[in-house]
């Protein structure tokens, strides 16, 4: 592959993550809020984690994609343009879904199916979206690649979370999705006009997707890739682990900025807006780092800023819950620091990921690795509004802080093993 194509790439993979980052910001930024501001419990909130199931699950169908594919559209591009031209779809339909009807079960209903469709089509698109990077990003270039990948994530959250939130104070809920609906065609386009390269596929003798019989062996088969050696045996074990701390906390922080008495606009702007500027420069920053830092080292010390972000909230908890005032901008800030650190270390976690992932099975080991950390993620997330009901946000704020400490034993475990081999 040509370096001068480079930026091209990362174009085209800013372009695509854009588009798939709008409906998951709508998700998991913006409809806490809205459900907060309808009077709705935090358990009954975290129920709504329920529509990322896709996400978690979306590797049942990881090896079907990287096996089946169009060769004279391109293997991941035949599946990457319908599921956009899908959600456009979709989102055009929930444009005339009233908003002021989703306390009728009927209308309720279809909102939520319609946005658990969305989730399946979009984490069908990541698979190939990942496939596809995989596979067209040199080593060199995979930090880079990973860089624009959270940019342009970033940059949907914020039109998908905070511009949505801003913009439900003065334009109409159709047009807001019509919107969103006209971005991700525009994000269309790149791919549409990008020839992809050809890829070695599967051989379906080899793995045979969508069979009940053979699913089994296929997840013994990954598993067995991911303990063949005691620095795989931790990487894994991080898997599961790195994402405790946002599954418990995702359900948790946006009701608090609403207690905590900001409003749409003030969540939508200096919240969710400034905040996903920040990770924006904490992709970049990451990038940079990652060029002179190791990859253990960086995913061990993004770790700790981010615990240390976390400590931010409890602070905001207990001034909450003692009824001191609070000033806006300490909120803002805290929030922005704690975007900045979940957005470097993702951008690391994504570089390893796509470091571990073989270039023969592109989308399903990426899809595989990133399933871990979404399945555990979004099963707390799920739990975790009843248990921050219980004990309130303090304490439970607190009890998050204490379990991410406790992650951090398998990532200096993990990074020991590899500084002993090199």
């Known amino acids: 592959m040509m370096i001068s194509t480079a930026p091209k790439l990362y174009l085209l993979l800013f372009s695509l993550y854009w588009a798939q980052g709008l409906p998951v910001g709508f998700m998991t930024h913006a409809l806490p809020v809205i459900l907060r501001y309808q009077g709705v419990s935090l358990a009954q909130i975290g129920g709504f984690g329920l529509l990322m199931a896709p996400w978690a699950i979306k590797i049942l169908w990881a090896p079907w994609i990287d096996q089946r594919g169009h060769k004279n559209i391109g293997h991941y591009r035949s599946w990457i343009l319908p599921t956009q031209l899908l959600s456009v779809i979709i989102l055009i339909i929930l444009s005339f879904l009233p908003i002021q009807a989703l306390n009728q079960p009927l209308y309720l209903g279809m909102f939520f199916i319609a946005l658990l469709c969305m989730n399946a089509i979009g984490a069908t698109q990541d698979i190939a979206t990942d496939g596809l990077a995989v596979s067209i990003l040199t ?68 793995f045979q997707a969508i069979d009940p019989q053979s699913w089994i062996q296929q997840i013994k088969h990954y598993i067995t890739y991911f303990l063949h050696s005691k620095s795989m045996l931790w990487w894994f074990i991080i898997l599961c682990t790195i994402k405790i701390i946002d599954g418990l906390s995702g359900p948790i922080i946006k009701p608090l900025l609403v207690d905590l008495g900001l409003s749409l606009s003030q969540i939508g702007i200096y919240v969710t807006m400034l905040g996903a500027f920040a990770a924006l420069c904490g992709a970049g920053i990451a990038s940079y780092m990652l060029k002179y830092v190791q990859r253990r080292n960086a995913l061990l010390l993004f770790s700790i800023l981010k615990i240390v972000s976390l400590l931010g909230f409890v602070w905001l ?78 304490y439970y704020l607190s009890l998050i802080v204490f379990i991410g400490i406790l992650c951090l034993v398998p990532i200096w475990v993990w990074k020991r093993s590899l500084d002993q081999i090199f």
């Open 139 to 206: 080593g060199e270039q995979q930090h880079w690649g990973n860089m624009f990948q959270v940019i342009g994530s970033r940059l949907g959250f914020i039109v998908g979370g905070g511009a949505i939130l801003w913009a439900m104070d003065w334009l109409n809920w159709q047009a807001t999705f019509l919107i969103l609906a006209g971005i991700v065609l525009i994000n269309t386009v790149p791919i549409y006009f990008y020839k992809e390269p050809q890829h070695e596929r599967i051989q379906a003798k080899q």
């Open 317 to 394: 908890a207990y001034l909450f819950e003692n009824k001191v005032t609070i000033q806006p901008w300490w909120i803002y800030l805290i929030n922005a620091c704690e975007d900045l650190f979940s957005a470097m270390l993702l951008v690391v976690i994504l570089t390893i990921v796509m470091q571990y992932s073989r270039k023969k099975y592109a989308g399903t080991d990426f899809t595989f690795q990133v399933s871990i950390m979404a399945m555990l993620g979004g099963v707390l997330y799920i739990v975790s509004g009843v248990v921050g009901d219980l004990l309130g946000y303090q």
